[in-house]
């Protein structure tokens, strides 16, 4: 579908990937911040430090089910992520 809109492009971590290679598994372990919230945060200060906090930053949890089940998971990038950035600074 993102080929259709030509995005595919903008998924890329290097631009010499085939846009074949860029599937729903590639754009979790280069373009999405999935894990706990250990894991998230290590994946979000790279980038912080990679972009020299010069770049806005979105965040967001979803899913499909509004549940009491799912509930922490869609507090953890609140309550568990960004608390751990509250101290940094751009340089």
Not at 56 to 68: E, F, G, L, N, V
Request: a positive charge; one cysteine or more; proline letters at 11%.
């Amino acid at each position: 579908m993102l080929a259709s809109f030509q995005f595919t492009e903008y998924l890329k971590h290097k631009p010499d990937v085939p846009d074949s290679d860029v599937t729903p598994e590639y754009c979790a372990r280069h373009n999405w911040l999935v894990g706990s919230p250990a894991t998230v945060a290590e994946k979000l200060h790279g980038i912080y430090e990679e972009v020299a906090a010069s770049a806005p930053c979105s965040c967001s949890a979803s899913t499909t089910r509004r549940t009491p089940s799912v509930a922490p998971f869609a507090r953890a990038p609140g309550q568990g992520v960004m608390p751990r950035f509250n101290t940094l600074m751009p340089k």
